[in-house]
């Protein structure tokens, strides 16, 4: 008996290919019903029938595997596609050793199956079998055929795939069916069909709109801007008149289908047309109403949901030229963050360190040689940015939702940084990471300061001595300054005193780098100020010079907005007394 969750090829040995009559009445059934079903019906039943065969012979494995496989791969263009067709795995899994399992696979499957296919597309008559097996044998050609495409085929299912429209379920069933006769009609330069095709997804956008099913994007999207589709002008404007009537209907708060997000979803489809046309009064007015739909929306939930609004609707009062809106909208949102603070419950991880694991941690960083333990302390708490990126992929395994998910990182009345997926946004998962990395390594750090300071009697000029061993600094009075307080305890001086040193320790290098350490004043004319920590550390000059780890580290810990931000948060006030507690 066969394994009906087997999706790998058969090793038939030959390249003979018959269908098993077990396996012929399952296509014959489907063939015969005058009522809808689904692909999915039809690789399930396959699946039970292939399972069911008793000792088939090679060739009743291959023509099994031929119907198994037609079934079983995903359609359209929402799937990994390792093959660069229109047909593609159901799914994937990639191994540590970088191998990569396809289920189904294609690879191995014996060329004969697409001339199986086009044969099969010939011989049914039901339209979505016929569709299948006719696509199949056109997309699939090179692929497995190793033969040149039949035009016939792509036609044959171009006319299968709009005779079989009425019998799927839905819009969001029919309209991809639709475009994928579109595609194939275009592709051959076939005008009658591209013409039948493009009815067919017109009359569907018609019928979903009118009902208000949603939907409307499928027709939008493929036919708006395509200049290859023969949408007439009228076609056309009433694909625009549609798109502003949705707008209206989504963001009337006074209307049963108030939704601003689809509201910005047709807007922003219209925005991207009228862009193309210059018709920018339009396009102010789209981010108008869509703005007022989001504060709107905001005066509905919570102070949390309505920080979010608020940050849309102050984004498209500000598209829409409407500065005055855009900062009244902002005062409410900062109101509203400080008011989110209130709703957010803490939680808190214990994490417990043995005594015996910090003693060899001590041993191991704290030395008997004054310079060697300066060195391993700064090598051990340096973060790596290699190490940080593994850690950052290795969310997708153990946190897969988080991972997928973007964050917002609030301060006390505003949204300080936005941080996207693992996959959009690897960089910013960095900063997160590191976060993380240096709350963890605090107790860690305090005590190997603690023993290194009791075993060598460690002054502050130790301290600076060692900072200035590269000669950064020309005057070293402030630093020792802000080592002495931090020695007193006093951490809330020496941070204001030592984040400026190293700012200053960095405009060093950035001008032995070859790099201007002034600007022009952003206000005064015929004025230069002094360039910053944030201006420096995104040099690539400087970027060479410090290496990757000392770069990250630095920018993490003190600029940019989605780490520690320190210099920032020093500069401009924000960090509150309890912090240096």
């Given amino acids: 008996m066969t394994d009906p969750t087997d999706q790998t090829t058969p090793d038939t040995g030959t390249e003979a290919l018959t269908v098993h009559p077990a396996i012929e009445a399952v296509i014959q059934h489907f063939d015969a019903l005058d009522k809808s079903f689904t692909e999915f019906d039809v690789s399930r039943d396959l699946n039970v029938a292939r399972t069911a065969l008793n000792e088939p012979t090679d060739a009743d494995n291959a023509g099994a ?64 079998l016929k569709a299948r097996y006719a696509d199949l044998a056109w997309d699939m050609s090179q692929a497995i055929g190793q033969r040149k495409r039949n035009p016939e085929d792509a036609r044959l299912a171009i006319d299968a795939y709009l005779a079989s429209l009425p019998l799927r379920e839905d819009a969001f069933e029919r309209s991809p069916l639709a475009i994928r006769a579109l595609d194939l009609a275009s592709l051959l330069g076939d005008a009658t069909r591209l013409k039948s095709a493009r009815g067919a997804l017109l009359a569907l956008h018609r019928k979903v709109v009118d009902a208000g099913e949603g939907a409307w994007w499928f027709a939008v999207n493929r036919l708006l801007d395509d200049k290859k589709t023969g949408v007439t002008d009228a076609e056309r404007a009433s694909l625009v008149a549609d798109l502003e009537a949705l707008t209206l209907r989504y963001t009337d708060p006074s209307v049963q289908g108030f939704d601003p997000h689809s509201g910005r979803d047709t807007a922003e489809r219209l925005i991207k047309h009228y862009n193309r046309q210059s018709r920018s009064q339009d396009i102010k007015r789209l981010h108008a109403m ?165 075993r060598h009697g460690v002054m502050p000029e130790h301290f600076v001595g060692w900072a200035n061993r590269h000669g950064l600094f020309e005057d070293m009075a402030l630093l020792l300054e802000g080592v002495r ?92 007394a309890a912090l240096f507690l």
């Fill in 290 to 454: 869509v703005a007022r739909a989001f504060e709107r929306a905001a005066s509905l939930g919570n102070a949390m949901l309505a920080s979010a609004f608020l940050q849309t609707a102050m984004d498209h009062y500000r598209d829409a030229g409407l500065a005055d809106d855009s900062r009244r909208v902002r005062i409410l949102m900062e109101t509203k963050i400080g008011e989110a603070g209130a709703e957010m419950v803490p939680f808190e991880t214990e994490i417990k360190i043995s005594f015996d694991d910090m003693e060899k941690f001590l041993d191991l960083v704290v030395t008997d040689d004054l310079g060697t333990s300066f060195v391993r302390i700064a090598r051990e708490f340096l973060l790596r940015k290699k190490k940080l990126e593994e850690a950052v992929q290795q969310t997708l395994k153990q946190s897969p939702l988080m991972a997928h998910i973007p964050q917002k990182i609030m301060a006390d009345d505003f949204v300080a940084a936005t941080i996207g997926s693992v996959a959009d946004d690897p960089f910013g998962r960095l900063f997160q990471e590191a976060k993380i990395r240096f709350s963890l390594s605090a107790v860690w750090l305090d005590e190997a300061f603690l023993r290194f300071l009791d």
């Fill in 65 to 128: 595997w031929a119907e198994v496989l037609a079934f079983a791969l995903s359609q359209g263009p929402d799937h990994v596609n390792p093959w660069n067709t229109y047909f593609g795995p159901m799914a994937s899994q990639t191994y540590e050793d970088g191998r990569v399992l396809y289920s189904p696979d294609i690879l191995g499957t014996p060329k004969e199956v697409v001339d199986h296919w086009a044969q099969r597309a010939r011989s049914v008559s039901h339209p979505i």
């Fill in 485 to 576: 307080a931090w020695y007193q305890c006093e951490y809330a001086k020496a941070t204001h005193i030592l984040i400026p040193q190293i700012e200053v320790a960095l405009r060093s290098i950035a001008h032995e780098a070859g790099l201007p350490v002034t600007k022009a004043h952003p206000k005064v004319p015929e004025t230069s100020v002094a360039i910053g920590m944030g201006d420096i550390l995104y040099q690539d000059k400087v970027t060479a010079v410090l290496g990757p780890n000392t770069t990250l580290h630095l920018q993490a810990l003190f600029v940019d907005p989605r780490g520690l931000n320190l210099r920032n948060e020093m500069a401009h006030g924000l960090l509150g």
